[in-house]
Protein backbone atom coordinates (compact mmCIF):
# COMPACT_ATOMS: atom_id res chain seq x y z
CA UNK A 1 0.00 0.00 0.00
CA UNK A 2 2.92 2.58 0.97
CA UNK A 3 4.59 1.66 -2.77
CA UNK A 4 1.30 2.36 -4.17
CA UNK A 5 0.77 5.85 -2.12
CA UNK A 6 4.54 6.88 -3.30
CA UNK A 7 3.89 6.14 -7.13
CA UNK A 8 0.89 8.15 -7.25
CA UNK A 9 2.20 10.51 -5.28
CA UNK A 10 5.60 10.88 -7.45
CA UNK A 11 3.80 10.63 -10.62
CA UNK A 12 1.51 13.53 -9.57
CA UNK A 13 4.69 15.67 -8.05
CA UNK A 14 7.13 14.95 -11.05
CA UNK A 15 4.20 15.25 -13.52
CA UNK A 16 4.61 11.97 -15.36
CA UNK A 17 3.59 12.33 -18.53
CA UNK A 18 0.81 9.40 -20.24
CA UNK A 19 1.57 8.92 -23.43
CA UNK A 20 -1.29 6.81 -24.56
CA UNK A 21 -3.58 9.21 -23.39
CA UNK A 22 -1.54 12.22 -24.69
CA UNK A 23 -2.13 10.48 -28.21
CA UNK A 24 -5.63 9.81 -27.42
CA UNK A 25 -6.09 13.41 -27.53
CA UNK A 26 -5.82 13.73 -31.28
CA UNK A 27 -7.70 11.12 -32.21
CA UNK A 28 -11.40 12.33 -30.77
CA UNK A 29 -12.59 8.92 -32.19
CA UNK A 30 -10.30 6.19 -30.45
CA UNK A 31 -10.95 8.24 -27.16
CA UNK A 32 -14.61 7.10 -27.25
CA UNK A 33 -13.96 3.74 -27.91
CA UNK A 34 -11.40 4.26 -24.85
CA UNK A 35 -13.90 5.71 -22.79
CA UNK A 36 -16.69 3.16 -23.63
CA UNK A 37 -14.31 0.42 -23.05
CA UNK A 38 -13.39 1.90 -19.86
CA UNK A 39 -17.00 2.07 -18.66
CA UNK A 40 -17.91 -1.31 -19.52
CA UNK A 41 -14.92 -2.50 -18.10
CA UNK A 42 -15.84 -0.57 -14.50
CA UNK A 43 -19.45 -1.92 -14.19
CA UNK A 44 -17.95 -5.42 -14.88
CA UNK A 45 -15.47 -4.60 -11.82
CA UNK A 46 -18.26 -3.18 -9.69
CA UNK A 47 -20.91 -6.11 -10.24
CA UNK A 48 -18.38 -8.56 -9.98
CA UNK A 49 -17.12 -7.01 -6.38
CA UNK A 50 -20.25 -6.83 -5.57
CA UNK A 51 -20.83 -10.22 -6.15
CA UNK A 52 -17.90 -11.64 -4.09
CA UNK A 53 -19.11 -9.55 -1.21
CA UNK A 54 -22.43 -11.17 -0.83
CA UNK A 55 -20.54 -14.39 -1.37
CA UNK A 56 -18.41 -13.90 1.30
CA UNK A 57 -21.63 -12.84 3.38
CA UNK A 58 -23.59 -15.84 2.86
CA UNK A 59 -20.89 -18.49 3.04
CA UNK A 60 -19.00 -16.81 6.21
CA UNK A 61 -15.99 -18.77 5.47
CA UNK A 62 -13.90 -17.01 8.40
CA UNK A 63 -16.58 -18.75 10.60
CA UNK A 64 -15.57 -22.16 9.93
CA UNK A 65 -12.34 -21.58 12.45
CA UNK A 66 -12.70 -23.50 14.78
CA UNK A 67 -12.16 -22.16 18.41
CA UNK A 68 -8.51 -24.07 19.15
CA UNK A 69 -7.28 -21.97 15.65
CA UNK A 70 -8.86 -18.88 17.21
CA UNK A 71 -6.90 -19.10 20.67
CA UNK A 72 -3.77 -20.26 18.68
CA UNK A 73 -3.97 -17.23 16.61
CA UNK A 74 -5.00 -14.93 19.85
CA UNK A 75 -1.87 -16.39 21.51
CA UNK A 76 0.26 -15.81 18.49
CA UNK A 77 -0.71 -12.08 18.56
CA UNK A 78 -0.08 -11.73 22.62
CA UNK A 79 3.48 -13.15 21.93
CA UNK A 80 4.02 -10.71 19.16
CA UNK A 81 2.95 -7.76 20.42
CA UNK A 82 5.16 -8.49 23.82
CA UNK A 83 7.62 -9.30 21.83
CA UNK A 84 7.89 -6.42 19.69
Same mark, same amino acid.
Not at 58 to 63: A, G
Given at each position: ? !??? +?????? !?? $????? !???????? %??????????????????????? +?????????? $?????? $???? !????????? %???? %???
Amino acid at each position: M !TAS +LFYLSY !TK $IAKVG !TPFKDKLE %EYKDLKIIYKNSADKRRIIFCIS +LLVAIIVVVL $IKPFSL $IDND !TNKLIKDIQ %EIFV %ENF
